[in-house]
């Protein structure tokens, strides 16, 4: 069984508004986002919220349980990260998926590809590419939660994909939207229109 891992406790700053409440096909990047991570072999979600999380939690109907405060957000995604993992069971997971909220733009089935691909091969680490290049979201075996825990500030969760380049799979895709990083309103914009 897998959690899925939503973050969502930056400031958004560039975009100005809270990412997790910016609509993509008529709904909030968040509520997609839970909603394209249901499946068979995920068995909890986590949501980490951090800067504007009173307004997220009351605009939001979110998963009872879900949320993850994380105090620490200001200082960086792996914060959130770690927040997470240390919200989860100590035991009975496989791993988790990690969706970041400015990677809004994927869908059900790049999920399900690389769920299936994770328990197909056993490697430690699954990711989507786009025409060679690496994406979102991740998904991490369970046995790298304390390498996560541990992992510097600086360099946050690449630390463990590089430490790891030779237990991870590649999942090709069609789908642009795991290389789109969604900051600022120009890169919004392009992307809703392209």
Not at 26 to 51: D, Q, S
Not at 107 to 136: C, D, M, N, W
Not at 168 to 175: G, L, R
């Amino acid at each position: 069984m897998l959690a899925a891992v939503i973050l969502s406790g930056g400031a958004s700053r560039r975009m100005g508004s809270p990412k997790a409440l910016l609509e993509f096909q008529g709904k909030p990047f968040l509520e997609h986002l839970v909603e394209i991570t249901r499946h068979p072999k995920i068995g909890l979600t986590r949501i980490v919220l951090g800067a504007s999380a009173e307004e997220i939690r009351k605009r939001l109907a979110l998963p009872e349980g879900s949320l993850v405060l994380n105090p620490d957000w200001e200082s960086g995604q792996l914060s959130s990260i770690q927040a997470a993992i240390r919200s989860l069971p100590p035991t009975g997971l496989d791993g988790l998926i990690l969706c970041l909220i400015d990677h809004p733009l994927i869908s059900a089935a790049v999920v399900a590809s690389l769920i299936q691909e994770f328990y197909a091969h056993e490697k430690r680490i699954v990711l989507p590419t786009y025409k060679g290049k690496r994406g979102h979201p991740v998904i991490f075996a369970s046995s790298l939660f304390e390498e996560l825990l541990n992992a510097s500030a600086e360099r946050g969760a690449r630390e463990v994909v590089w430490r790891h380049a030779k237990e991870i799979a590649e999942v090709p895709t069609d789908e642009e939207g795991v290389i789109l990083n969604l900051n600022d309103p120009d890169a919004l914009r392009r992307a809703m229109n392209g």
